[in-house]
C-alpha cells in the first residue's frame, strides 16, 4: 500500500487528507471517501482508509475536517466550531465536494465507483454530500447525527444510504432517526437503517473509553465488526467485490 | 443433498416438518430451524431451508405449523386459526420447542451450534422460542410481527436477536418496533434491527406479488438479498462458516 498526505483547498481551508492506495493495482479502483469524527483527522479515520485498500482494494482518502489536519483536544475547544459549522450549508457543502474533486482527480481511481462513509459527524457528511447530489454510490454513517443541513433535497440523493447507529446512543435519539427517515422516504432514497442493542456513541474507536463517559461514549468490538461487515456488503452490492477479498 | 419429511408431535398436532442436509458431511453441522409465515409450511420456507444447506452447509428443518404440512389458501380461514394460537403463550411454545427436540434427536446436529429463522408470524415464533430460553443462538426474523407473547421473559433469552423489517410495513409499525426495542433493552439482550427504505411486508416471497395488495404486501428482490446476506453474517458469528462457502 502506498499513501501521501493529499492537499486541497475547501472553503477557505487548507485541507490536508490522507490518501492510500494499492500501487500494484493496473486499474482504476473504486474509491471511498473517509470523513473523520468531529474532533478533526486523526489517525481512526486515517486507519480505516488504511483498511478499506487492504480489505478490499480500493482507494480510500481519509479527509481532512478543520484545516492542516487540525485535531481538537476536547468536546470544548470542538463543539463551538463544530457548531458554528454544521447550520451553514454552503461551508458543509464546499467542505465535502471538494474532497470529492480531489479525489477524482486522481489516476488511481474509477469514477464511476465512490462512496463516502464517515464517523460520528463524519457519516452526517457523507450524507450531505448524498444530499448535495453527488455522483456517489453509497453514503454510510457510523454513529453519526441524522440531523442534516437541507432535509428538503433528499430528492437529489443518488446513494444508497446505510445508517449504522447505536440503539442506545444520547447522541441519536429515536425522534431523530424518525425523522431522519422521513426524509429519506420523501426523497424516494434506496436507504437501510441498522440499530445495535445495548450500544451507545462512538461504537467503532477504542479511544473513546478514554473520553470516561461510557454511557455516552464507548469502544463495542461486537457492533464495530458488524457495522464494518454491514458496510462490505453495501460496497460489494455498489462498487464491486475487490480482487483482494 | 438429502432431504426427508420429519414427523412429530406439538400441542396435540402430527407435524410434518421438512428436513434438508449435506449427506457428505462427515461430521454434526450447525442447524436452523426455518419457521414458516402464517399461512403455513409450504415451498416457500421449504425452499430456504433448502439453500441453508446449499449455501451454508448447515442442517435445516423447514417447520410445520399447523399440523400435516396444512396450508390456508388466504388471510380468511388463517387469521381467526392465527388469532387464536398467537394469544396462547402454552401452546406457541409447545410447537416452537417440539421442533427443535425434533431437530436435536437427529445424529447430523450438532446440539450446541443451533439458530431459528422465520419468515413473517414465523420469525415472531423465532423470537418465542428464544424468550423460552431455549439454547439457540440466533433467533432472525424477516417481515416478522414484534409483538411476542411473553416480554416480560426477555431476561432468559440466550440467542442473539436480528429483526429484518421493511421500513413501510404496515403490519410492523414503529410503534412496534420501539416496544420490541424496550423488551430486548430490559432483557439485556444482544440484538440488532435492520430497517429497509421502501419496502413493506413479505419481501422474501415472489408470491406475496400474487395477493394483490403491493402497499401492505411486496416481494423486494434487493431486500431480499441484503437481509439474506445479513442473517449470513450473523450465522457466520455465531454458528462458524460453513465449509461450503
Given at each position: 500500500?502506498?499513501?501521501?498526505?493529499?492537499?486541497?483547498?475547501?472553503?477557505?481551508?487548507?485541507?490536508?487528507?490522507?490518501?492510500?492506495w494499492?500501487?500494484?493495482?493496473?486499474?482504476?479502483?473504486?474509491?471511498?471517501?473517509?470523513?473523520?469524527?468531529?474532533?478533526?483527522?486523526?489517525?481512526h479515520?486515517?486507519?480505516?482508509?488504511?483498511?478499506i485498500?487492504?480489505?478490499?482494494?480500493?482507494?480510500?482518502?481519509?479527509?481532512?475536517?478543520?484545516?492542516?489536519?487540525?485535531?481538537?483536544?476536547?468536546?470544548?475547544?470542538?463543539?463551538?466550531?463544530?457548531?458554528?459549522?454544521?447550520?451553514?450549508?454552503?461551508?458543509?457543502?464546499?467542505?465535502?465536494?471538494?474532497?470529492?474533486?480531489?479525489?477524482?482527480?486522481?489516476?488511481?481511481?474509477?469514477?464511476?465507483?465512490?462512496?463516502?462513509?464517515?464517523?460520528?459527524?463524519?457519516?452526517?457528511?457523507?450524507?450531505?454530500?448524498?444530499?448535495?447530489?453527488a455522483?456517489i454510490?453509497?453514503?454510510?454513517?457510523?454513529?453519526?447525527?441524522?440531523?442534516?443541513?437541507?432535509?428538503?433535497?433528499?430528492?437529489?440523493?443518488?446513494?444508497?444510504?446505510?445508517?449504522?447507529?447505536?440503539?442506545?446512543?444520547?447522541?441519536?435519539?429515536?425522534?431523530?432517526?424518525?425523522?431522519?427517515?422521513?426524509?429519506?422516504?420523501?426523497?424516494?432514497?434506496d436507504?437501510?437503517?441498522?440499530?445495535?442493542?445495548?450500544?451507545?456513541?462512538?461504537?467503532?474507536?477504542?479511544?473513546?473509553?478514554?473520553?470516561?463517559?461510557?454511557?455516552?461514549?464507548?469502544?463495542?468490538?461486537?457492533?464495530?465488526?458488524?457495522?464494518?461487515?454491514?458496510?462490505?456488503?453495501?460496497?460489494?452490492?455498489?462498487?464491486?467485490?475487490?480482487?483482494?477479498?
Open positions: 500500500m502506498k499513501t501521501e498526505e493529499l492537499c486541497y483547498e475547501a472553503d477557505g481551508l487548507s485541507m490536508i487528507g490522507h490518501l492510500a494499492d500501487e500494484t493495482a493496473t486499474t482504476p479502483r473504486p474509491a471511498v471517501l473517509v470523513f473523520p469524527e468531529a474532533f478533526g483527522l486523526g489517525a479515520a486515517k486507519a480505516r482508509a488504511e483498511r485498500v487492504s480489505e478490499f482494494g480500493y482507494v480510500a482518502l481519509a479527509c481532512d475536517l478543520h484545516g492542516d489536519q487540525k485535531v481538537f483536544p476536547d468536546l470544548g475547544t470542538m463543539m463551538p466550531v463544530l457548531t458554528a459549522l454544521r447550520g451553514d450549508i454552503a461551508r458543509v457543502r464546499a467542505r465535502t465536494r471538494k474532497a470529492l474533486e480531489a479525489l477524482l482527480r486522481r489516476r488511481e481511481v474509477d469514477a464511476s465507483r465512490v462512496a463516502a462513509i464517515g464517523f460520528c459527524y463524519g457519516g452526517t457528511l457523507a450524507y450531505e454530500l448524498a444530499l448535495a447530489g455522483d454510490k453509497a453514503a454510510v454513517g457510523f454513529h453519526s447525527g441524522l440531523q442534516v443541513s437541507a432535509p428538503q433535497d433528499a430528492g437529489q440523493i443518488k446513494a444508497k444510504v446505510l445508517a449504522l447507529i447505536g440503539a442506545d446512543d444520547p447522541g441519536v435519539p429515536p425522534e431523530d432517526r424518525a425523522a431522519f427517515e422521513a426524509v429519506l422516504r420523501a426523497g424516494k432514497v436507504w437501510q437503517m441498522t440499530l445495535y442493542g445495548g450500544v451507545v456513541h462512538s461504537f467503532t474507536n477504542p479511544d473513546a473509553d478514554l473520553l470516561g463517559k461510557p454511557d455516552f461514549l464507548r469502544y463495542d468490538a461486537v457492533a464495530d465488526r458488524r457495522s464494518w461487515q454491514q458496510m462490505r456488503a453495501l460496497f460489494a452490492e455498489v462498487l464491486g467485490e475487490s480482487p483482494t477479498s
